[in-house]
């Protein structure tokens, strides 16, 4: 069987995210957050002082990559990092005044975004297909989140 990229869900999926991830930062522009911090700042808003750790198993990316985004977040004056009081060895990860500032703003950037992912969708059609997305994640092994 020859691969056609068209009919492909994974290659698909990874345009979609790229699109998805251009499309919020074309809204986002100037505000003062990148589309790569974004997932960290929804955990950061939902949870405030939030070891790296459990950043980590909540959004499922590498060590490294957390690392430094949230180097460059602490640069940009969206968090900050104090030890934790009982594990030495760990770091709370606390939002600044400057990131929960951008809360309105990068959430309102995103809803603009999702409606622009789904112009044209009817509702029924919007639902099924995060759904479908959902099952998809569950059959990798990955928690969708819901």
Do not use: C
């Not at 590498?62 to 104090?82: F, H, K």
Request: charged share 30%; hydrophobic share 45%.
């Amino acid at each position: 069987m020859d691969f056609d990229r068209k009919e492909s869900a994974a290659y698909l999926a990874n345009l979609l995210a790229k699109a998805a991830s251009r499309a919020l930062q074309a809204r986002a522009d100037g505000s003062g957050f990148a589309p790569g911090q974004f997932p960290v700042l929804l955990e950061l808003w939902s949870g405030d002082g939030l070891t790296q750790r459990e950043l980590l198993d909540r959004l499922d990316i590498e060590q490294a990559t957390m690392a430094n985004t949230l180097s460059r977040m602490e640069r940009d004056g969206l968090v900050s990092r104090r030890r934790h009081p009982k594990d030495k060895r760990a770091q709370l990860v606390f939002l600044t005044a400057r990131g929960k500032a951008l809360q309105e703003t990068a959430l309102a950037a995103a809803s603009a975004t999702e409606d622009a992912l789904f112009q044209g969708f009817r509702r029924f059609e919007r639902e099924l297909l995060l759904e479908y997305m959902r099952m998809v994640l569950a059959n990798l092994g990955r928690d969708p989140r819901v």
